[in-house]
């Protein structure tokens, strides 16, 4: 069984999906249909963040009440394994987030909607936390 | 599919020697989470110096006798 730390990175990864999923699936299909200034987005990027935020908040829940055992076990929460997966998905993730930033700092200098410049940075960052958390999971795994 | 280390390592012979320890055990002596011992066992995971020496000291005997690097 994983431990604690991986758990929680695979409810990381999974509230990331179902968040993302959702937004993604509400708001591009209009972007393809009408004008921008028609989108609703501002709404939908709200609840995706309370989905995610409600996701994870559950899934450290379940992950603690089913990992009681392991720590009554051995008695250690993490060690140099769980650090180096930490390190690793968060430099993965920081790279993401860096060319994030720029697409959408370079957005705003050119004059863009701040539309784009806002599911840009929404976007980018929450596919940067699953890069790192899928880069921690292989780590995990021993794939990296 | 997992990538693993070529480090291989005795710790399944040695803990059935230690009249038979179980990984959570020598995970509690070592200081580190069950799933690193088993990691270690599998090869999927190369430890610090620090834990392989912890490993070792568990077991009384060198480091040497615990993991091995393949001579090419």
């Known amino acids: 069984m994983p431990g604690f730390l991986e758990r929680m990175n695979r409810a990381v990864a999974l509230g990331t999906i179902l968040a993302l999923g959702w937004y993604l699936i509400r708001v591009v299909p209009q972007v393809t249909s009408w004008p921008l200034d028609e989108v609703s987005w501002k709404g939908e990027m709200v609840i995706a963040v309370v989905v995610f935020v409600a996701t994870l908040i559950a899934d450290i829940v379940r992950a603690a009440i089913s990992n009681r055992n392991e720590l009554d076990e051995a008695g250690v929460v993490d060690d140099e394994r769980d650090h180096a997966a930490e390190r690793r998905g968060d430099a993965w993730g920081g790279h993401a987030m860096h060319g994030t930033a720029f697409v959408a700092l370079m957005l705003l200098v050119l004059e863009f909607d701040p539309f784009w410049a806002a599911n840009t940075l929404f976007v980018g960052a929450m596919l940067a936390g699953l890069v790192s958390t899928l880069v921690k999971i292989l780590t995990y795994r021993g794939s990296v | ?72």
């Open chain 2, 1 to 72: 599919m997992a990538k693993s280390t070529p480090i291989t390592n005795e710790i399944r012979t040695l803990r059935f020697h230690a009249e038979e320890m179980t990984q959570a055990e020598l995970a509690r002596r070592v200081g580190v989470t069950r799933q690193t011992i088993i990691a270690i066992e599998q090869g999927k995971y190369s430890p610090s110096l620090e834990v392989a020496f912890k490993i070792a000291l568990v077991f009384k005997v060198n480091l040497d006798a615990v993991f091995q690097y393949p001579v090419e």
